[in-house]
């Protein structure tokens, strides 16, 4: 593995240090919008085939570099890889989403739940790791990640996708000792799963909260804050994992941005609710910015695209510490020369902010 990279702009935004332009990658960058992605998807007979294949999760994890001047690679996996190794029996059903055949529901349930082996259960997302990196030759550092604990607990709870997830809400009001007890075993297990990637080759460290902004202010701070805090703690203190920068994306919780900072990260994901001047204004200079353009811009105009591109990029200003990106991610009926358009404005007038 390189030792040097050839564009550290990312990681230079994540420590809040001057780049010569504002880095982009986009949620989701490996994904349906790209012809490619779905062909490798065809090849592999199901997206568990795809998922799990080192080989083919690192070939839809480089398309995207292949076509874009993107600052980061992102890991090609799914969030709910750490619930499925532990045995819920975790499938995609056409047009349904993910379900579990076994959900978790009772104290029993709960007790049978264990921190997976991630030499084992796990190892096809190492292997994926440490074949990203050697593929990229340091063309650009990599991104792991994993789902919070409590959007995990979402759908080990419901069992599948939903709205609301108010099964697993109930289950907070109802028993909270046994949702703390879930949550408790799931950030033991997140922990552990990013660290492993650390020592597999990523290079910075995502936490996805998708369903955090469910929760108002006071089950927010309990159920999801506390643990993705208790993450960042563990991440910080082993030997592994302790120079990554930690990024933690709370979508709908733009509220909390001052207290998810306080956690120590070493960046923020804000969604497109929220004016990148405003979160500046919440936490300072403590954490970089990641964000915050609508995904649905890039069904508009090129022109549209390169105008909203610098809206968002003037809400954050000429100040380090910015990585552009989606407000959430890319929609599989995007066109992926809008991608294009927006890569190239960003790094055009990301330069001209900083007077290049």
Sequence with gaps: MPDVLKNDRFLRALRREPTDTTPIWVMRQAGRYLPEYRATRE???????????????????LQPLERFELDAAILFSDILTIPDAMGLGLSFAAGEGPQFARPVRSA?????LAVPDMDGELRYVMDAVRLIRQELHGRVPLIGFSGSPWTLACYMVEGHGSKDFATLKTMCWNEPKLAHQLLDTLAEAVA????AQAAAGAQALMVFDTW??????????????RYMAQIVAVLKADPVSRELPVILFSKGAGAHLAALADTGCAGLGVDWTMDLADARRLVGDRVALQGNLDPAILRASPEVIRREARVVLDSYG????????LGHGITPEVDPGHVRVLVDEVHAYGRTLRGG
């Design 43 to 61: 090849r592999a007979g199901s997206f568990m085939g795809l998922a799990q294949n080192p080989e083919y999760a690192c070939e839809v994890t």
């Design 108 to 112: 029993a349930d709960v007790a049978h």
């Design 192 to 195: 552990a799963y990013l660290i």
């Design 212 to 225: 955090g902004g469910l929760l108002g202010p006071a089950p927010f701070r309990e159920f999801s804050l």
């Design 318 to 325: 000429n100040h380090p510490g910015h990585v552009f990106n």
